[in-house]
């Protein structure tokens, strides 16, 4: 994977969306979560089933947040990624990152079709401690 798109991506003034947060601490969605927040990212919790986490109020989806992320951090299964993907389109987003296990080759194309930049098979956590 490019160095250089890993380094734009984790360039501290992006706001991330993390889709596929979970209330469980112990779950990889909510681990990748904390992890941002605590390396002083701006980070908004996507999940259509919690209201909050950890106090902080926890979103529907992409549309619903209050300003448009840089970059959507997906933790949940690829035919949900292939979902969120279209959405990150039809709003604008231009950077996506599919953690390992959320990928699929049609969210990966999709994205290198539509002019989005895509990280995946990459832990953000493994990358971001570097």
């Given amino acids: 994977m490019d160095e250089r798109l890993i380094k734009e991506f984790l360039r501290k003034e992006n706001i991330f969306a993390v889709v596929g947060v979970s209330r469980d601490k112990k779950k990889y969605g909510y681990k990748v979560y904390k992890n941002l927040k605590e390396a002083g990212y701006k980070v908004y919790p996507i999940n259509p089933n919690a209201n909050e986490i950890d106090g902080e109020k926890c979103y529907s ?3 619903k947040l209050p300003e448009k992320p840089d970059v959507v951090n997906l933790v949940v299964q690829p035919r949900v990624t292939e979902e ?4 990150c389109k039809r709003l604008g987003i231009k950077k996506v990152w599919m953690q390992p296990g959320s990928e699929s080759k049609k969210a990966v194309n999709f994205c290198l079709e539509n002019n989005i930049e895509v990280i995946y098979n990459i832990c ?3 990358k971001r401690k570097k």
Avoid: H, P, T
């Avoid at 969120?84 to 959405?87: G, I, S």
């Fill in 61 to 63: 989806g992409l549309s």
């Fill in 84 to 87: 969120v993907v279209k959405e």
């Fill in 124 to 126: 953000i956590m493994a």
